[in-house]
Antibody
Framework: QVQLQQWGAGLLKPSETLSLTCGVY????????WSWIRQTPGKGLEWIGE???????NYNPSLKSRVAISVDTSKKQFSLKLTSVTAADSAVYYC???????????WGPGTTVIVSS | QSMVTQPPSVSGTPGQRVTIPCSGS????????VYWYQQVPGTAPKLLIS???QRPSGVSDRFSGSKSGISASLAISGLRSEDEADYYC???????????FGTGTKVTVL
């Protein structure tokens, strides 16, 4: 069964850079897009972006100027960086596998990120 | 921000059939597949319905999806206490060039 495990700093100060990594276990890394999605009580679920094993990435236009998703195929990991964070970026961040069918079929457990001075 | 709307809550008694509507626009639900996710509070969402009406392996046949025009719906038949969760629809949005999620619906079993 495919598993995603994620890790990264959970407490940030305003203007810092959010950095999270997701590891893919027990499944092929190639042939899929790997995504980041966040969830806040106020805005619900928000797609952040996606990347494939070749490094081709797509981002939510509302975050594009601050976000970067990268991939390390040798480690079967992909990472999220979000710069200049504010309190509005406080959320639970999920990594997920995106199938060619368009479905997010496997999700990581989520990482709570709080931005506070 | 979400351009896809769902009612905040839906409730029913055990055994009842409930439906959750999802309404978007021509750029998302109207022209692309709709997906449904179930989220038990404190856990990650789980894929429930793919491509409007396809159930992934392991998903109970009590869950069914449909779509007509810009509207989609998720039906839960034979409602059970374990169905209490939040349900989200989602679709690709051509204008955004990205995925959008519905506002979410909390299902309560009375």
């Amino acid at each position: 069964q495919v598993q995603l495990q994620q890790w990264g700093a959970g407490l940030l100060k305003p203007s810092e850079t959010l950095s999270l990594t997701c590891g893919v276990y027990t499944m092929s890394f190639s042939g899929y897009y790997w995504s980041w999605i966040r969830q806040t009580p106020g805005k619900g679920l928000e797609w952040i972006g996606e990347i494939n094993a070749s490094g081709s990435a797509n981002y939510n236009p509302s975050l594009k100027s601050r976000v970067a998703i990268s991939v390390d195929t040798s480690k079967k990991q992909f990472s999220l960086k979000l710069t200049s964070v504010t309190a509005a970026d406080s959320a639970v961040y999920y990594c997920a596998r995106l199938l060619v069918t368009g479905a997010f079929d496997v999700w990581g457990p989520g990482t709570t990120v709080i931005v506070s001075s | 921000q979400s351009m896809v709307t769902q009612p905040p809550s839906v409730s029913g008694t055990p055994g009842q059939r409930v439906t959750i509507p999802c309404s978007g626009s021509s750029s998302n639900t109207g022209s692309n597949y709709v997906y449904w996710y179930q989220q038990v509070p404190g856990t990650a969402p789980k894929l429930l319905i793919s491509r409007n009406d396809q159930r992934p392996s392991g998903v109970s046949d009590r869950f069914s999806g449909s779509k007509s025009g810009i509207s989609a719906s998720l039906a839960i038949s034979g409602l059970r206490s374990e169905d209490e969760a939040d349900y989200y629809c989602a679709a690709w949005d051509d204008s955004l060039s990205g995925y959008v999620f519905g506002t979410g619906t909390k299902v309560t079993v009375l």
